[in-house]
């Protein structure tokens, strides 16, 4: 009997835990599951721009990569009028021309943004120049500075 009582309190003492803990267990159920709909929402959001995101920019990559060959693929088919053919080409060669300011404003804003790098750099190598020029060490001859010959004075044969 006394087995019985022990037994039923530890069963009372377990169901009183789960009760407890009940609460705390749905209310991080019910965060992951808003988790989970919040990233299946950012998933949805992604598939749907992220195809034409990636089409623009690999059209952008492979056409400044394209070379320039006239006279491979002008532009021209069978059926069209000379007329219709200029202004293709007109505005073909207006794209490639804005193209072309685009790419050499990119290439100078990138070779602006590095110049501090190069100047501590050149700076650099300036101070170690310096510094080894103010040693009074022994350099050797390949690495010394030679003296110009003018070459109408050298006399070869004598």
Do not use: W
């Not at 919040?38 to 959001?45: D, F, G, S, V």
């Not at 059926?79 to 990119?106: C, F, H, P, V, Y």
Request: hydrophobic share 30%; charged share 35%; aromatic share 4%.
């Amino acid at each position: 009997m006394a087995l019985n009582n022990k037994l039923k309190t530890l069963e009372t003492r377990i169901g009183n835990r789960r009760a407890e803990s009940e609460p705390e267990f749905e209310e991080d159920l019910e965060e992951l599951e808003s988790d989970v709909k919040k990233m299946a929402e950012k998933i949805l959001e992604y598939r749907a721009t992220i195809p034409d995101q990636l089409k623009t920019t690999l059209d952008s990559i492979l056409s400044t990569q394209r070379p320039d060959l006239p006279g491979i693929h002008d532009g021209s088919e069978p059926g069209q009028s000379t007329e219709d053919n200029a202004e293709e080409m007109g505005l073909d060669e207006e794209r490639r021309t804005e193209e072309k300011i685009r790419l050499l404003k990119e290439k100078i804003s990138s070779n602006v943004s590095a110049m501090p790098i190069v100047l501590k750099r050149m700076n650099e190598c300036v101070f170690r120049i310096e510094k080894l020029g103010s040693c009074n060490g022994v350099i050797h001859p390949v690495f010394k500075k030679r003296k110009l010959v003018d070459p109408m004075k050298v006399d070869f044969h004598g």
